[in-house]
């Protein structure tokens, strides 16, 4: 298959690639587009001169009415712009509703339903244990039983390019230990850091009481986002025993302006690394995938860490059954993250925390964790089904100073 | 003020109250309504036969369109409803539209944003140390200092009456101790418990990066539901370390029917317990108050537990400021709770965990945690403007078996 849009074939976004987005031109409301190369088609007047059945969706602020449509009208919409952006006689059609990418404004894809943080990384978990608790088990026993996880704040996840400012909050001061009674101070985090993880958003939801099987995943999940789940260590070491993080992480969740369709992944799937203990039948052992997807982590321009996807624990599609085995019921528009990235080599780690193991070995140029200024990027590439390289989303965000 | 509606005055939904639902008559769509004494007022007909500016919102399917119109349209509409239902020369004009509660469906109140358990009561902050930790301190150090809290599952607040269905998942087996590391089995919970709560209903948002203060509470809390936290203990317990409670809570979380307004909460408002130590500046130590708010827990139609408000630690405005002190947004919508009421009392715990400490201690007709087909109601009572008590919405659900 070879698309007729200038510079796209054999690019990162080629035909086989079509991730989906929100975007506006001037004085024009938002909408739904999907990317070919440098460029974006505007769906919505395609579909309404093709007189789809669902043109409705593509007019839409968000990809949610879209993805509610559930898989099969998914897997119909793929192949119907497969077609118009591949068949030479759809051109003059298509052509004029192209916009370069640089000319558009995009926008946050997905309005959040309800967010959820896994910690699926065995590589990120251990590293934490280690720093945290030198002297004890790196790894907590549910560890390996389950896909750990919590609910994020839904109304700060924010797209790409949005700046994040450093939050105030609770913390001890940096080396508090000792005599008496541990004593909090009001100020700006100084431990802020980043979480290099992948997002997966549902399109079809379940009613209050159903599962997911492990085998169902396709059948809820519509497609992944590049995420950055920015935390800030210092008020997250002080607020989250015994509830888990709250402020540390609630202040922004970024996530791409492209989500990229389960279907473009086809050529991802790959074996886990392997369980041990074998998880219990509703994990699907047997069945239970992982991703081969790599991860650049970049710091004011430069790579600082390549953490690999396909090293992770739990699967996506171990993660959506666990979160539902108690009937949890799913809406179109929930998110799931992969929690932290991060490989076996110190070159893998995906979050500063481990990068600098605990601030106490600076990486890079010397850095420790975020300073005000620093623009931060996260990358994502996977094989495609044309045989090359498709790029997700990718996630940037630049630190703003504390609001006092 | 006296109302005209007969069989109101006197009673627990007078016109001090005025608490506002969602409602729906057979074969009609769900509106905005307001309770006074045994029947629900239809607002829409009413604010359109008026003229009112805002008559639109009360045609909506949940309260966010009226409380999203912010403080002043807030007190206005209550002060034009409680005109309309103490002035006998509007009867003609209401009492057409004027309804039994009992021949009406009641709805979901609110469309759920975010939602946010807190753990504000030392009580059950207390109790909780000391079953799980009998060796140990029994709160932990940050407990003074802030309001602890974490994020719950938006999608799975429901309205009061929805029944409950007993979650399956992983545990721990009862009393699994020992030698060789813990493993867990799949099956439905067996301590499967409640936590009376107070929920805090968000109308007015945020900006990102904006903070709340204290003083600002009212000018972004519509009012206040009746909330009961299913929780299943076994599940919880095994999962929680380290980011928090998940799938022991996420299958269900019951709210009232009534959303109280702040404004008739006027003279529930009391001086908090005592903090020490004095909490830092942002949670408004000077001015933060209590609510005197009584609280009462029936099981299968045996009162087993009074548990008193106002005992609470920390202040629903002090939860507030909390939330937003990173820059957390708030959207129309969002719901935070106090976490379980307990009071210092035996016969004020709030949750079967504490009456019955751990399963040890049976309560009431021999009980320990939920049966199938239990009927769990909470219920709540205010000091109101008029001199005489109010009634909050109440919580009830029953116990359904698993679904295995």
Redo the contacts between chains.
Sequence with gaps: MTTWVEGAAGSLFDIDNLPYGVFSRPGEEPRVGVRIGDHVLDLSPVAAAEMLDVHHVFQEPSLNALMAEGRQVRTSVRAWVTGLLSDETERDLVEPHLWPVADVTLHLPVEV??Y??F?ASLDHASNVGRIFRPDGEAL???WR??P?????????V?ASG?PV?R????RLSTGSTGEG??????GASVRLDIEAELGFVVGTGTA??D?VRVEEFADHVFGVVGLNDWS?RD?QA???????????K???TSISHWVTPIEALEAAWCDLPGQDPRP???LGPDVARGLDIAVEVELDGEVVSRPPYRSMYWSPEQMLA??T???????TG?LYASGTISGPEPGQRGSFLELSWGGKEPFGNGRTFLEDGDVVTLRYTAPGTGGGRIALGEVSGVIEPA?D
């Excluded at 750990?148 to 700060?156: E, L």
Aim: no cysteine; glycine share 12%.
């Design positions: 339903a309800d959820v943080d910690y907590l026993p549910n039983h389950l750990v996880g919590y609910h994020g704040r839904a109304g700060t924010v949005t400012v939050p105030m909050g609770q009674p541990p004593t909090p101070t009001y209050l009481g599962r800030a008020i002080w607020e989250y025993v015994p509830l888990g993080p709250f402020l540390g609630s202040f922004a219990l039948d509703y666990h979160l085995v108690n009937g949890a019921s799913l809406r929930d609001r």
